[in-house]
C-alpha cells in the first residue's frame, strides 16, 4: 500500500513543506481577505452595524462548548501532528499498514485501498490531512451556536469515521487483543461521537437527560471494556509469558522504545516491568477499576458519578502517560490517542448532567428584520440588488466568530480539493519518481543510431523508426528485479498516452552480454505480457554490435561473479521523431511498489507527450 | 577429527546439532519396518544442495552461500573439480541471478546447469559446459522455471532434456532445451490409470530411464505405491517400483532420481512424521530385472540438507537441524564433504578407515576422522540482485 519511499526522502518532504506553504498562503489571504471585507462592510455600512448591533445570542450550554472546544483542539493538534515531515511517506507503512496488520483480511483490503490512494498522492494527501484537521479544529472552535457549529459537528464526525475506517484500521475492534488500556475501539471514534453530540440541536443539550445518556453510554462501554480486559486467554493477566513480556508489558515494552523523552521512556518501561513482574495484580485493578467506573456511570446519580468521574480521568492520565504513551510522539503520531477524547467526553457528559443552563432561547444573528433600522436599504445595498443586499448585509452583521467559521470551512476545502482532484487521476504523482531518481534535464542532441534485430528477428535500426517518438531502455532479459518493473512502466507509460501511442515505439535494447538470444527477448516479452503489445520493440543482436551500441549509449552491463545478476544501467530516453534525444531520466525502479510503478509511467508518458508536441 | 569437531576448529559457525552424515550403497538389502500412523505422503521439502559425479569424472557441486536472513542475498553456488583433480573450483555459470537456486544435469561428459526462477523472473536460463566448467555456453531457457527440487532436470540421449517446472509440467527438451515440448503435468499423470493407483499428490523429480524414456516420480497417497511412472506412447505408465512387503503400509515420496550406466536410482521417503525414513531403491539392469532397495534409514522429522546420487547408484545425504552440507565423492571413491557459510566453502575428507564401505548410516557418529582439504573464498554479489 506504501510508496515504498523512505519517510525523510528529501524530496517528497520539501515538496510536502512546498505545498503545505502555497496553501497556507491561501488559507491566509483567504482570512484577510474575509476580514477586510467584513470590517469594510461594517465600516461602510452604519445599517449593518446597527443589525450587528441588535443580534443577540443564545447562551451555549457549558457541557456542548466544552466538547466543542475540546474536540477543536484536539484536531488542531492532530492537524499539527500530520504536518510532520515523515507524514507523506510515512502514513501509510508506519501508521495504517500496522494497524490493520492483525485485522482480518476484508479489514486489511479496505485500509490497503485507502493507503494505496494516500501512496499515489502522498503530498496532496499529506497536506490535505494537515488542513482539514487544522480547518476541522478552528471551526468547532469559532463556530457561533447554532446551524454553523451543528454543521461543524457533522462535518468533524464525518472525517472522524473516515480517519477511523482507513487510519485506525476500525480501530483495531476486528483485531484480536482488543484493549481499553491500549485505545481501543479507536480514538477518532471518541471524535465521531463528540461531532454528532455537538451536531445535535441545542435544545437537547438544555436537560440533563442528555448528560444522563452520555455518561450512561460510557458506562456500558466501560464495562464492556472490563469484561475483555478479564476474559482469560487474551494474555492480560500474565506479565510474562513463556519468557517474554505479556501483552500489556509488551505494550509498554515497545512503546517506551519510541523517540521521545528520556525520563518518559523510563516511565513508560518500569512500568512494562512492574506489569511484567505483577502481571495479574496490574489486570485485577484495571479490571475492578472500569466495572467500578462504568457501573457508577451507568446510574446517572451525581454524587455516584462525580467521584466516577474521578476516577476514571485518574485512570485516563495513568494509561495515556504508561501505556499510551502519550500517542503522538516518535515522528508519525497521528493523535494523542484515546484517553484524552475518553476523558474529554466523559466531562462533556458530566458536565451536560450538571449544569444545565436556564434560558432556552435561541436567537442566530441573520439579517435584521423587516422594518427595522437595520433593514432599510442604504444606497450601496440597493445598488447591489436585494439578494446581494440581504447576503452583504447578512455578512456585515455576522458576528467574528461567525466570519471565522466560514474561513475555516474554507481551510477543509481548500485542503480537501487538490486531494479530491488529485484522485481523479489514475496515474500516481511523478513526484515520487522524482523522489527516487531525481528529476530528468530537457536535452537536444543527436541519438546514436543501431541496427538491431526485435524480437520476431525483423531488422530494426533507428533510421527505421524515424518519425516516431522513441521511448527507449537497456534490459537484461534474465534481469529478476529492475528490468521487470521498468519494462512494466512502460507499458503502464504506453497506456496511458492512449491513442497517441501510435506514434510512440517502445523500445528496449539488450544489456546482457551472456544471455542475449533471441529466445531470451521472446520469453522476458511473454514473461511480461508485452509479447502482444505493438509497440513494443526487445532488440538484441550480436555480442559486439549489443557492444557497440552500450557505448554509444553510455551504458554498463558488467558480469558479475558468483551468482551475480548483470550490473547494468538503469536508464531510459525519450528520442523524437527527428532522432534527437530530448529527455535521459535515470529509471532505476526504486522499490518497485504499485504507486512508484504508475509514477514513472505518469513521468515517462509526460515526456513522451511534451516530445510528441514538438512533432 | 570428527567433522563436528573439525568445523568448530575451523569456525565455520556449523550450528548443526546432531549432524548425520550418511551413505547407502549396495544393493540387495533387506528393508526394515517403518510404521505409521497416517497414510498421507511425507511431506517434500526438498533441498536443492547436491552433487554429482560427471561420466567423465569430473565432480560437481550446488551450494548455498550468503546472508541466511534475506533470500535474495543467498546465492547458489557451482562447484566443480576436474576429472582427475583434486581441488575444487567455483564454476558458477555467469550473467544470471543464482538466488532461486542451481539445477544441474550431466549429459554425458557436459553438464547443464539450470537457473531456478528468483523474485521476478519465471523461466530458467540454462547452461551447459563441456569443458568442466571453464567456459559456458547460454542460449536455451525453460518456461516456466524449473521446480525447486534438486532433480527438476535430466539429460538423456539425443541431446534430449526433461525438465519438471514450477507449475507441475513435464516438458520434454531437443537440442539441449532449444525447443521444449509439453508432455504431462501433475494433473495429467493423477489422472492416468497409475496415477490414480497411487493417488498422486505432487511430482517431485524427472529423470530418463536406461532406455531414454522419459520418467517423472513424486508423491503418492496409496500405502506401499512408489509414484514412479514412465512418459510412453500409451501415456503415463507405471515402472514397477513397488515398495517390498514390509513398508506396504506407508505412503512413499520419490526424493531423488537418477540414471547411470543404465541403471535407474531412487531415493525414496517412506512413513510419516517421527517415522519417517529414507530408503534408496535401484532398477535392475534389464528391463525386467526388479528392484531392490537399501535397508530403512530412520530419519524422523529431521530434514534433509542434502541429497547426492552418484554413478554406480551411490546415495549420499545429509541430515542435520542447520546449514548446509554436500557430500561429493572424492576422486578415489573416498567421501568429501562440502560446509558452507557465508562467502566461505570448506571441503574436508573422510580419513582412510573411517566409514568408507558405506554400509547404511551412521559414519558421522563414530570415531571418523574428517580433514580438511580446501577453503574456497567466494566473493559474493550481496544486493547485486535486490
Not at chain 1, 454553523?148 to 475492534?173: C, H, P, Y
Not at chain 1, 435561541?362 to 439579517?367: F, I, Q, R
Not at chain 1, 551472456?514 to 505480457?529: I, P
Request: charged letters at 10%; one cysteine or more; aromatic letters at 6%.
Amino acid at each position: 500500500m506504501n510508496s515504498g519511499l523512505s519517510n525523510t526522502n528529501p524530496t517528497l518532504v520539501a515538496a510536502f513543506r512546498a505545498a503545505l506553504v502555497h496553501q497556507g498562503l491561501i488559507v491566509a489571504a483567504l482570512l484577510a481577505v474575509l476580514a477586510l471585507a467584513w470590517i469594510g462592510v461594517r465600516e461602510f455600512s452604519p445599517a449593518v452595524r446597527q443589525a450587528a448591533a441588535a443580534a443577540q445570542w443564545s447562551q451555549e450550554p457549558a457541557a456542548r462548548r466544552l466538547l466543542r472546544i475540546g474536540f477543536g483542539i484536539l484536531w488542531i493538534f492532530d492537524g499539527v501532528l500530520q504536518a510532520q515531515p515523515a507524514m507523506p511517506a510515512g502514513l501509510p507503512a508506519g501508521v495504517m499498514q500496522p494497524t490493520a496488520a492483525a485485522s482480518p483480511a476484508w479489514v486489511q483490503h479496505v485500509v490497503n485501498w485507502a493507503g494505496t490512494a494516500w501512496s499515489y498522492h502522498p503530498v496532496q494527501a499529506g497536506a490535505a490531512a494537515v488542513w482539514i484537521q487544522l480547518g476541522l479544529g478552528a471551526w468547532l472552535i469559532a463556530a457561533p451556536p447554532g446551524r454553523a457549529s451543528r454543521l461543524a459537528g457533522v462535518a468533524s464526525a464525518a472525517w472522524g469515521l473516515l480517519v477511523w475506517i482507513f487510519g485506525e484500521a476500525f480501530g483495531g475492534i476486528f483485531a484480536p487483543g482488543l484493549s481499553f488500556l491500549f485505545g481501543a475501539p479507536g480514538a477518532v471514534l471518541f471524535y465521531c461521537a463528540a461531532g454528532l453530540l455537538i451536531a445535535l440541536p441545542e435544545a437537547r443539550w438544555r436537560s440533563p437527560h442528555l448528560g444522563r445518556q452520555i455518561l450512561a453510554v460510557l458506562g456500558i462501554f466501560a464495562v464492556g471494556m472490563a469484561v475483555l480486559q478479564a476474559w482469560p486467554g487474551r494474555g492480560f493477566w500474565q506479565g510474562t509469558v513463556h519468557g517474554k513480556p505479556g501483552a500489556i508489558a509488551a505494550m509498554a515494552g515497545s512503546m517506551s522504545g519510541t523517540a521521545q523523552p528520556h525520563f518518559l521512556s523510563v516511565l513508560v518501561s518500569d512500568f512494562g516491568k512492574v506489569d511484567a513482574g505483577h502481571g495479574f495484580a496490574v489486570n485485577l485493578i484495571v479490571v475492578i477499576l472500569l466495572t467500578a467506573i462504568g457501573a457508577a456511570l451507568i446510574t446517572g446519580t451525581r454524587r455516584i458519578v462525580r467521584p466516577a468521574l474521578g476516577l476514571l480521568l485518574a485512570v485516563c492520565l495513568a494509561d495515556w502517560v504508561l501505556v499510551e504513551d502519550l500517542g503522538f510522539l516518535g515522528g508519525l503520531g497521528t493523535d494523542p490517542n484515546s484517553m484524552v477524547p475518553v476523558a474529554l467526553l466523559a466531562v462533556g457528559g458530566y458536565v451536560a448532567l450538571v449544569c444545565v443552563p436556564v434560558s432556552a432561547s435561541v436567537t442566530e444573528p441573520a439579517a435584521g428584520p423587516a422594518g427595522s433600522p437595520a433593514a432599510e436599504p442604504t444606497a450601496a445595498l440597493a445598488a447591489a440588488g436585494q439578494a446581494g443586499a440581504r447576503l452583504v448585509r447578512a455578512f456585515g452583521s455576522s458576528s467574528m466568530r461567525a466570519i471565522v467559521a466560514v474561513w475555516a470551512a474554507a481551510v477543509v476545502l481548500i485542503g480537501a480539493g487538490p486531494m479530491a482532484l488529485a484522485q481523479t487521476s489514475t496515474t500516481a504523482d511523478p513526484i515520487i519518481a522524482q523522489a527516487i531518481d531525481g528529476s530528468a534535464a530537457p536535452l537536444n542532441f543527436a541519438a546514436p543510431g543501431f541496427a538491431l534485430t526485435d524480437q520476431a528477428g525483423r531488422p530494426v535500426s533507428m533510421a527505421s523508426l524515424h518519425g516516431k517518438v522513441i521511448l527507449l531502455t537497456f534490459l537484461d532479459p534474465v534481469c529478476t528485479s529492475d528490468c521487470p518493473l521498468i519494462a512494466q512502466e512502460f507499458r503502464a507509460a504506453d497506456r496511458l498516452l492512449s491513442q497517441q501511442s501510435q506514434h510512440v515505439e517502445l523500445v528496449a535494447i539488450v544489456a546482457n552480454p551472456v544471455d542475449y538470444s533471441l529466445a531470451y527477448t521472446r520469453a522476458f516479452d511473454n514473461q511480461e505480457g508485452l509479447a502482444g503489445l505493438p509497440n513494443w520493440l526487445f532488440l538484441t543482436g550480436s555480442l559486439r554490435q549489443l557492444q557497440q551500441v552500450w557505448r554509444n549509449y553510455a551504458v554498463a552491463a558488467q558480469i558479475l561473479p558468483a551468482g551475480g545478476m548483470i550490473a547494468h544501467s538503469d536508464a531510459a530516453y525519450v528520442i523524437d521523431a527527428a532522432g534527437h534525444t530530448r529527455f535521459e531520466f535515470n529509471f532505476d525502479p526504486g522499490p518497485g511498489t504499485a504507486s512508484s510503478e504508475s509514477s514513472f509511467a505518469a513521468e515517462l508518458s509526460n515526456a513522451a507527450q511534451q516530445v510528441l508536441r514538438l512533432r | 577429527m570428527t567433522l563436528r569437531s573439525a568445523l568448530t576448529t575451523a569456525a565455520a559457525t556449523l550450528t548443526a546439532a546432531g549432524l548425520t552424515v550418511s551413505v547407502l550403497s549396495g544393493c540387495g538389502s533387506t528393508p526394515a519396518s517403518v510404521a505409521t500412523r497416517q497414510h498421507t505422503a511425507p511431506a517434500a521439502a526438498l533441498p536443492m544442495a547436491t552433487s554429482l559425479i560427471a561420466p567423465g569424472g569430473a565432480a560437481w557441486a550446488v551450494a548455498e552461500l550468503g546472508g541466511p536472513s534475506a533470500r535474495h542475498d543467498n546465492f547458489w553456488e557451482l562447484l566443480a573439480r576436474p576429472a582427475g583433480a583434486t581441488a575444487w573450483t567455483l564454476a558458477t555459470p555467469p550473467g544470471v541471478a543464482s538466488n532461486g537456486g542451481l539445477i544441474l544435469a550431466s549429459a554425458g561428459t557436459a553438464v547443464i546447469a539450470g537457473f531456478r526462477p528468483s523474485q521476478l523472473l519465471t523461466f530458467s536460463p540454462l547452461a551447459a559446459t563441456a569443458d568442466q566448467g571453464k567456459s559456458w555456453s547460454q542460449g536455451n531457457l525453460v518456461s516456466p522455471g524449473l521446480a525447486a527440487v534438486p532433480d527438476a532436470l535430466a539429460a538423456g540421449p539425443d541431446d534430449r532434456l526433461l525438465a519438471l517446472t514450477d507449475t507441475g509440467t513435464v516438458r520434454l527438451g531437443a537440442h539441449l532445451g532449444a525447443s521444449w515440448s509439453l508432455i504431462g503435468s501433475r494433473n495429467s499423470v493423477a489422472r492416468s490409470p497409475a496415477g490414480r493407483a497411487c493417488g498422486l499428490t505432487s511430482l517431485s523429480a524427472v529423470a530418463f530411464s536406461s532406455a531414454g524414456t522419459p520418467m517423472a516420480g513424486g508423491s503418492c497417497r496409496t500405502p506401499g505405491v512408489v509414484g514412479l511412472f514412465a512418459a510412453t506412447s500409451g501415456g503415463w505408465q507405471p515402472t514397477g517400483l513397488a515398495l517390498p512387503a514390509a513398508l506396504g503400509h506407508v505412503p512413499a515420496s520419490v526424493l531423488g532420481l537418477a540414471t547411470f550406466s543404465g541403471r535407474t536410482t531412487a531415493l525414496l521417503a517412506v512413513g510419516h512424521g517421527p517415522l519417517t525414513g529414507i530408503v534408496a531403491a535401484w532398477s535392475g539392469r534389464t528391463a525386467n530385472g526388479g528392484w531392490t532397495f537399501s535397508p530403512v534409514l530412520r530419519t524422523g522429522t529431521t530434514h534433509l540438507l542434502s541429497q547426492s546420487l552418484w554413478l554406480a547408484g551411490a546415495v549420499g545425504i545429509v541430515l542435520a537441524g542447520s546449514h548446509g552440507e554436500t557430500l561429493a565423492l572424492g576422486p578415489a571413491g573416498q567421501l568429501e564433504a562440502l560446509t558452507a557459510h557465508a562467502g566461505t566453502v570448506s571441503m574436508w575428507q573422510l580419513g582412510a578407515g573411517s566409514g568408507s564401505g558405506v554400509t547404511p548410516a551412521g559414519i558421522g557418529a563414530g570415531p571418523a576422522s574428517w580433514k580438511q582439504l580446501q577453503t574456497i573464498k567466494i566473493q559474493i554479489p550481496y544486493g547485486s540482485s535486490g
